[in-house]
């Protein structure tokens, strides 16, 4: 008999490829608003300005310091400032863009839907992330995956995020399951791997990029075909 009954996956990073998507998201932003013209700024150094900031104060908002609203609009505001710029409109209608933009783009991991083909009628398949509640189901939709998983968590409507391991309880408790029958699969280190092993669930970490760590965990894949041998 199977050890796991719920397979928990992380969406961003680890099934919808969000760094090729936001990169073809900004790409869109720097063509429409002709930044090139504006601010004389070269496209790669905008996007890893851009990059900085929407890093620094999602940290931020996981930890609950600053509102959604504040995130999505200041991460422009503030990429726009090191170019000397100072026009909030602009930066508001690029905020507005990139929250309209960024899901209708549907690319995923290489092997996602055949992974997902291979584990739909073995398990209860579950999606626990991060995110904006508008924003992320729409990717689940445009990209194809909201046929495999019978339930999805959004922090933004559970109240916490991850590696807050009220997220971990609310969603075992959600679909009626124990912590030993369930695995979490996801690429950050902290967020959803320390964050499941806290509550006793095991993990299995895709870490793709190699990066090195002394982390005890369960499972650790560089692809997700790996998780046919895991979960066979």
């Given at each position: 008999m199977r050890k796991y009954k719920h397979v928990f996956f992380d969406l961003d990073r680890t099934l919808w490829d969000f760094d090729s998507n936001s990169l073809a998201t900004f790409k869109d932003l720097y063509n429409i608003y002709n930044i090139d013209k504006i601010l004389h700024a070269d496209f790669l150094s905008f996007y890893n300005s851009y990059k900085k900031h929407n890093s620094l104060l999602w940290e931020k908002y996981r930890k609950a310091e600053i509102k959604k609203e504040y995130l999505s609009l200041h991460r422009f505001i503030f990429t726009l400032n090191d170019y000397g710029c100072n026009d909030n409109i602009l930066a508001l209608k690029m905020s507005e863009d990139y929250l309209r933009l960024s899901p209708?783009?549907?690319?995923?991991?290489?092997?996602?839907?055949?992974?997902?083909?291979?584990?739909?009628?073995?398990?209860?398949?579950h999606i626990i992330t991060n995110g904006f509640v508008e924003v992320q189901y729409t990717k689940i939709k445009n990209s194809g995956l909201a046929k495999y998983f019978s339930t999805t968590i959004i922090s933004e409507e559970v109240g916490f995020q991850k590696p807050n391991k009220q997220i971990f309880e609310f969603s075992l408790q959600k679909v009626s399951a124990k912590a030993e029958e369930s695995i979490m699969i996801g690429d950050d280190l902290k967020v959803d791997i320390l964050g499941a092993k806290q509550v006793g669930i095991d993990q299995i970490f895709f870490n793709y990029s190699g990066i090195t760590h002394n982390e005890e965990i369960s499972y650790e894949i560089k692809s997700l075909l790996e998780l046919k041998e895991i979960l066979n």
């Open positions: 209708q783009k549907s690319l995923l991991f290489p092997h996602t839907h055949e992974v997902l083909d291979f584990l739909k009628n073995k398990y209860c398949l």
